[in-house]
């Protein structure tokens, strides 16, 4: 059974920051692209990041650029999001995803983690 | 303003048929598989549909997807009471080089 479990979330104040994990198990790990998808309260879905099997291609929403980095220890099954410079706009739960394939949207999602960026 | 445009809200009786309507581009549902969510209010989103119209396990066969051109619907037949949730639609966006989803759609049954 895939089985995705984040952790790390909580109340930081604005310009702080956050370093999100999940740890996957039930699938080979190594061999799926892997997603940071956000809700906001009251929300849609929101994509953050991807990062390929290998790390090899690592992409990001607009919105995060330059502020999150996405990475990940295929040899501990883990994905990682680290958050600088969080803003109030950054508030949401943040969801890991597994990637169908890839180019293609998640199939299996976590449970989320809550993070709430205020003073 | 979401990639994806869906309807923001649909409903139906129970027993009755429901569509919901996703609508892109040729970025995105143009050139790429169609994903279905199903989300109840405080829990994680559920795949309803990969690939535009693969169920996968567990997924009831009253359940269906299609997708033609730049849009794609998701069917819903036999409605039930516990169909009452958000669904959400997604496909990957070579502008964008990430997923996108629609705004979703608030399912009511009457």
């Known amino acids: 059974e895939v089985q995705l479990v984040e952790s790390g979330g909580g109340l930081v104040k604005p310009g702080g920051s956050l370093r999100l994990s999940c740890a996957a198990s039930?699938?080979?790990?190594?061999?799926?692209?892997m997603t940071w998808v956000r809700q906001a309260p009251g929300k849609g879905l929101e994509w953050v990041a991807s990062?390929?099997?290998?790390?090899?291609?690592?992409f990001y929403a607009n919105s995060v650029k330059g502020r999150f980095t996405i990475s990940r220890d295929n040899a501990k099954k883990s994905l990682f999001l680290q958050m600088n410079s969080l803003r109030a706009e950054d508030t949401a739960l943040y969801y890991c995803?597994?990637?169908?394939?890839?180019?293609?949207?998640?199939?299996?999602w976590g449970q989320g983690t809550q993070v709430t960026v205020s003073s | 303003q979401s990639v994806l445009t869906q309807a923001p809200s649909a409903s139906g009786t129970p027993g009755q048929r429901v569509t919901i309507s996703c609508s892109g581009s040729?970025?995105?549902?143009?050139?790429?598989?169609v994903y279905w969510y199903q989300q109840v209010p405080g829990t994680a989103p559920k795949l309803l549909i990969h690939?535009?119209?693969q169920r996968p396990s567990g997924v009831p066969d009253r359940i269906s997807a299609s997708k033609s051109g730049t849009s794609a619907s998701l069917v819903i037949s036999g409605l039930r009471s516990e169909d009452e949730a958000d669904y959400y639609c997604?496909?990957?966006?070579?502008?964008?080089?990430?997923?996108?989803f629609g705004g979703g759609t608030r399912l009511t049954v009457l």
């Open positions: 995803a597994r990637e169908g394939g890839y180019y293609e949207a998640p199939d299996y």
């Open positions: 039930g699938f080979s790990f190594s061999s799926y692209s």
């Open positions: 990062i390929f099997s290998s790390g090899q291609y690592i």
């Open positions: 040729s970025s995105n549902i143009g050139d790429y598989y």
């Open positions: 690939r535009n119209n």
């Open positions: 997604a496909a990957w966006d070579d502008s964008l080089n990430g997923a996108v």
